[in-house]
């Protein structure tokens, strides 16, 4: 069972628009989270990390987590179609040794 | 930028057939990692490593070995490949705790026939 989901599959966003993407968490051990984007043919790349309830902004991104409802989402806006990608969203334990488990991934294309 | 180096970019073999994938990352990491990407199933840890000579099982290990043979140099070894693992793999370095971030390697393609 896959222990952390993302939602949509896919989205389309007009260039200038919103684009809002949602993961949840079915393990309450998950204190760390990580959005990573992947490009065609690219491997995924780090965009922003969130360990704390609330928001998180750097720059058109914003990331919100909240940790009693299991549930973390990330906000682009003024989206580019250079944001067109496959975006992850990635969960982990507080205690060290353990890894990032990855959700099932939302596509994003942004129509110019 | 932490720079993590996969060989070969793709990979074609026979069911049964043997095969190695390798990574290498420069920036003297401790954890290096090895996911397969699936549509439907996101990245999923196959086996992990924090160390030359240490490795630990992830999520999904049957079917496949891996040795750290060094700090740089992490590889996934297929001994009886299977058409079920035909899937893009990647290699992943992080400096330390889960919670730090992972730098991925380009992928590597594998098709078994």
């Known amino acids: 069972q896959q222990k952390v989901q993302q939602s949509p599959e896919s989205l389309s966003v007009p260039e200038g628009g919103m684009a809002s993407l949602n993961c949840t968490s079915s393990d309450r051990n998950f204190q760390y989270f990580w959005w990573y984007r992947q490009h065609s043919g690219e491997g995924p790349k780090a965009l922003m990390?969130?360990?704390?309830?609330g928001d998180k902004k750097e720059g058109r991104f914003t990331a919100h987590l909240n940790k009693a409802s299991l549930h973390v989402s990330l906000h682009i806006r003024d989206s580019q179609p250079s944001d067109s990608a496959l975006y992850f969203c990635?969960?982990?334990?507080?205690?060290?040794?353990?890894?990032?488990?990855f959700g099932t991934g939302t596509k994003l294309q942004v129509v110019p | 930028e932490a720079a993590v180096t996969q060989s070969p970019r793709n990979k074609v073999t026979v069911t049964g057939g043997n095969v190695t994938l390798s990574c290498r990352q420069t920036?003297?990491?401790?954890?290096m990692y090895w996911y397969r990407q699936d549509t439907g199933h996101g990245l999923r840890l196959i086996h992990y490593?924090?160390?030359?000579?240490?490795?630990q099982i992830g999520d999904v290990p049957d079917g496949y070995k891996a040795t750290r043979t060094t700090q740089e140099d992490f590889f996934l070894l297929l001994e009886l490949a299977s058409p079920s693992q035909t899937s893009l793999y990647f290699c992943?370095?992080?400096?330390?705790?889960?919670?730090?971030?992972?730098?991925f390697g380009h992928g590597t393609k594998l098709s078994v026939l």
């Open positions: 992943a370095s992080s400096p330390g705790q889960s919670n730090e971030r992972l730098f």
């Open positions: 490593s924090y160390g030359a000579g240490n490795l």
């Open positions: 990390s969130i360990f704390s309830d």
């Open positions: 920036n003297s990491h401790n954890y």
């Open positions: 990635a969960a982990s334990e507080a205690n060290s040794g353990t890894y990032q488990r």
